[in-house]
């Protein structure tokens, strides 16, 4: 059956696609080191069962981009500075899982609505409200960009900074603290990081699907590996094949790019979860194969 007024034109046009690829070339740039450095964060944030503070981070980071967009500042200072903060109060108060799951159901409410209030009195283009909710493939000019480049980078030189007492703090907390590992100090400075990465986000790919680049890259990575180095370096590689290739897709057509985006990751995550079960399944046959296997008798 045919959908009255729709036609894949509407949706894919790659007419000028050269040109049009020119005009969105900082875009791209920033959503390659998205996809890298957030797919590499996305590892810890799936270790330590963090994936619902990610949306709560995201929600205080758009009531900051909301609030710079009505008060004529920087949106991208303007998300920066509600991420940290978010990320800062969900460090300090929520070291166990209980405790961080109640600020954060509080923190996104309070967020969203801040947001809402900032977006409702803002009286410019349409567009730039909505781009703060799904992303806006051509909003990022070039200081935007030298700003998403070094926040990025900032974050991923502080991963390689902490790596080894965040895995070990990650995996088996109780013994890391038994260790003299600085748990509390590392669990703030991880947040930290992660109210950067997710400012970036938010200005690439929107406050409502930070977690399409976040967190689907590394569970998506976890279903078909567990090495230590093996899981991060294909996490990275999934969140920029979603990022680049969402952004390259969305050029091509009219839909905003934070559907591209999210199909992408989804599309990944599912061939994996695939991966995983056609292996488990073939494990435990060959398990039940050597259960069933009569045992020779002794001469």
Known sequence: MRVPGFAWSDVFSFDDYG?????????????????????????????????????????LSFAGAAAALLFGGSVVVGSLLGAVAAALIIGALGSRARDRNSVVGVLM?????????????????SANRFSLLTGQIVSVSNPDLGWLIVISSVVFLG????????RFDSLDPQSAEARGVPTRGVSILFMLLLGLIVAVAVHIIGALLVMALLVTPAAAAMRVSHGPLAVPLLSALF???????????????????????????FAIWGVCRLISWRRDRALRSVEEADVDRPVPAAA
């Open 159 to 166: 991963l390689l900074l902490i790596w080894n007492p965040l």
């Open 239 to 265: 969140g920029l094949v979603s990022a680049v290739g969402g952004i390259l897709l969305a050029i091509a057509g009219t839909l905003p790019v934070s559907p591209y985006i999210t199909t992408i990751s």
């Open 19 to 59: 040109a049009l690829l020119q005009l969105v070339s900082n875009s791209v740039i920033a959503a390659a080191a998205l996809g890298i450095v957030g797919g590499l964060i996305g590892v810890f944030i799936m270790q330590r069962d963090m994936a619902f503070a990610v949306h709560g981070v995201s929600e």
């Open 109 to 125: 409410p309070f967020g969203l609505g801040l947001g809402i209030l900032f977006l409702s009195l803002y009286e410019g283009r």
